[in-house]
């Protein structure tokens, strides 16, 4: 995992000029426009805004799970918006970790086989696999689970579960579509501890995209989506 002094101020993710416009028959629907933004390495950005702003949008334009449809998307010095499917699917399985609101956690899989799962598309032995996921559950609080399946853990251990899954590969980049969002206001607060401490203690730089001010608050920046552009922006 990368250290905190690791963690510059340099931009890790620089998008310029991007639209976003999807077709549904005759109509052309405009999600982003004109968007400029810079995300320093190491920073916790909240992405706040009302449904249909754009926010998951810009996140998968980010994590390379879509494309623009003009502008450009440079991640760690990448452009990785001109990459061909096949060199952007290596590029993500190595670079992006993805958490979501539900946890898409595997029932007959153990907690440990769950994690696991990124690291069947490298190269490393099964034994660098399974060290690899028990580090990754210690580090998220649930060494004493791994071999604990989904149906036996809360749902505040099933998204920690999701998190040591998205952190395994050691990616560059954690995003966050609404991690909070299924957990009571308990469980959330842990995720949320969890989320601040990979940022302060491991360097990792995380965007999140969220409803809940409460949330946001642990964030280091909160930019505001609004039909498509940045409207505020806000350093706490």
């Not at 952190?167 to 206001?185: K, M, Q």
Request: glycine content about 10%; proline content about 4%; some cysteine.
């Amino acid at each position: 995992m990368n250290s905190p002094e690791e963690a510059g101020a340099d931009p890790l993710v620089r998008l310029r000029g991007v639209d976003k416009v999807f077709t549904r028959g005759s109509e052309r629907i405009h999600v982003l426009g004109g968007l400029d933004l810079e995300i320093p390495r190491g920073e916790f950005l909240a992405l706040m805004g009302p449904s249909g702003s754009g926010k998951s949008t810009l996140l998968n334009l980010i994590g390379g799970l879509d494309r623009p449809t003009t502008g450009t998307v440079e991640v760690d010095g990448r452009e990785i918006s001109s990459l061909s499917d096949r060199r952007l699917a290596a590029w993500r399985a190595r670079h992006i970790g993805l958490v979501f609101q539900l946890y898409y956690l595997i029932p007959v899989l153990s907690a440990q086989r769950n994690v696991e799962l990124p690291l069947l598309l490298t190269r490393l032995s099964r034994a660098e696999r399974r060290k690899r996921a028990r580090l990754a559950l210690e580090i998220v609080g649930l060494g004493h689970r791994t071999d604990h399946y989904p149906r036996t853990l809360s749902g505040g251990e099933q998204q920690r579960t999701g998190i040591a899954r998205a952190i395994v590969t050691d990616p560059s980049l954690l995003l966050c579509d609404e991690p909070t969002g299924d957990l009571d206001r308990k469980s959330g607060d842990e995720v949320l501890d969890l989320l601040q401490a990979l940022n302060r203690e491991q360097g990792k730089t995380i965007i999140m995209v969220t409803h809940d001010m409460h949330a946001a608050e642990r964030a280091t920046r909160t930019l505001h989506l609004n039909k498509g552009r940045l409207e505020l922006e806000a350093v706490t």
